[in-house]
Structure formats: structure tokens, C-alpha cells
């Protein structure tokens, strides 16, 4: 397999240079670059940098993490986001997700970790701190928002289903099951399946 090829954004040298130091020798993954801050991060991306995970600091000088993720999701959807700091905060989790990260952590990871939750991010698994995931379903909208059958299909995209297995498992067409999902994404205010997939596990929905 390909090694996952990450660019480090955090606006301390020493933290970033630390975290792309540790992860260079982790077995699959490939630190291609660091930046500074987000506009950096938006901006080597913008010039090709072939990254498939960026692991992005929330508090910056300039544009923010939550600003970078946007733009980075917006100008190149297949590069997955995973927020690392030091701040275990609510609110910076819920941009964070809105703004279409696929992860929250906290900097006390062991490389190891570190490095297993970047090649988790990089296939699509969305991932957050314990200490944050107790509380983060709380700061979410209340799941009777939702229709039984558009329950049955946020289930199943938290289980990793695509749509076309959705489809067959509840007897609908993939048009079908696609409206469903537009209308969960707009009626829980996600932005895209892995923040489906987030609300559904943290509401206990699987």
C-alpha cells in the first residue's frame, strides 16, 4: 500500500517540526510538508502538494484552522482534515466538524496513535478525542429531527455502507437514498457522511 502522505500545520516550530519528526518514522506514512499557519496550508495544497491527510492546529495567527479546513475541503474534497490541539473546547469541535474535519484530537497522543488515527482519517474513519466525544452530543441537533426511514439510513452510513448497499438493504433506489441523505444533512446541519457518521455513533445510534 501507498504510504498516507501528510502536511503538519501548526504556527509553533518546535511543536510541528516535533509532529512531523515522530511521524516520518512511522511505518506507512509519509510527511510530504509543514506550514506555518492556514493560509500556508491552503496554499501548498493550492500548488500541488499531494497531501492525503493535513493535520491542522485550531488557534493560529492569520486564518485559523477552522478557515483553512473550509478551504481545503472546498478546493480538494479527497484530502481529509484532522484537527491536533491542545484545546479540548466544544465550540472548536463543532466548527471544526462544520467546517468538514474528519477528526478532533488533543496533542497528548502517543506517535503510535498519532499515527494510527492518521491512516484511519486517510480511509475516511472519522475520529475524536474520548475526552471530547462524551460530551460533543450534546452540542448536536436532537436525532427525532429525522424520519424512521431517514433514521435507518444515517445507521447505515455511520456502519460504512455506500449507497448503493443502502439501497439494497432497505429496498430503495439510489436516487432515493441519496435525497434522504441530502435531507439528514440539511435537517441536523451536517456538512458531508462523516459528520453523519459522527452524530450517529455519538448518538448511540448504531
Known amino acids: 500500500m501507498n504510504p498516507v502522505r501528510v502536511l503538519?500545520?501548526?504556527?509553533?516550530?518546535?511543536v510541528r517540526e516535533g509532529i512531523a519528526s515522530l511521524l516520518s518514522v512511522q511505518p506507512g506514512i509519509e510527511v510530504?510538508?509543514?506550514?506555518?499557519?492556514?493560509?500556508?496550508?491552503?496554499?501548498?495544497?493550492?500548488?500541488?502538494?499531494?497531501?492525503?491527510?493535513?493535520?491542522m492546529d485550531v488557534r493560529m495567527p492569520g486564518m485559523n484552522?477552522?478557515?483553512?479546513?473550509?478551504?481545503?475541503?472546498?478546493?480538494?474534497?479527497?484530502?481529509k482534515v484532522v484537527m491536533l490541539t491542545?484545546?479540548?473546547?466544544?465550540?472548536?469541535?463543532?466548527?471544526?466538524?462544520?467546517?468538514?474535519?474528519?477528526?478532533?484530537?488533543?496533542?497528548n497522543l502517543p506517535a503510535a496513535e498519532l499515527a494510527a488515527a492518521v491512516r484511519l482519517?486517510?480511509?475516511?474513519?472519522?475520529?475524536?478525542?474520548?475526552?471530547?466525544?462524551?460530551?460533543?452530543?450534546?452540542?448536536?441537533?436532537?436525532?427525532?429531527a429525522l424520519t424512521p426511514r431517514e433514521t435507518d439510513v444515517l445507521r447505515l452510513i455511520a456502519a460504512g455502507a455506500t449507497n448503493k448497499e443502502i439501497a439494497t438493504r432497505l429496498y430503495l433506489s439510489e436516487g432515493t437514498v441519496k435525497n434522504h441523505i441530502s435531507r439528514i444533512l440539511q435537517r441536523l446541519n451536517l456538512r458531508d457522511r462523516t459528520q453523519a457518521a459522527?452524530?450517529?455513533?455519538?448518538q448511540g445510534l448504531l
Not at 484552522?65 to 484530502?79: D, F, H, K, L, W
Not at 473546547?89 to 484530537?105: C, F, N, P, W
Open 8 to 14: 503538519v500545520v501548526d504556527d509553533q516550530e518546535l
Open 32 to 55: 510530504i510538508g509543514t506550514a506555518a499557519d492556514g493560509a500556508e496550508a491552503v496554499a501548498a495544497l493550492s500548488a500541488e502538494v499531494p497531501a492525503d491527510v493535513v493535520l
Open 65 to 79: 484552522g477552522v478557515a483553512a479546513t473550509a478551504e481545503i475541503r472546498r478546493r480538494a474534497p479527497s484530502c
Open 86 to 107: 491542545t484545546f479540548d473546547d466544544d465550540e472548536y469541535v463543532v466548527q471544526a466538524l462544520r467546517a468538514g474535519a474528519t477528526g478532533y484530537l488533543l496533542k
Open 121 to 144: 482519517a486517510c480511509s475516511g474513519v472519522a475520529q475524536l478525542d474520548s475526552t471530547i466525544t462524551r460530551r460533543l452530543a450534546t452540542a448536536l441537533p436532537d436525532p427525532a
Open 198 to 202: 459522527l452524530y450517529a455513533r455519538d
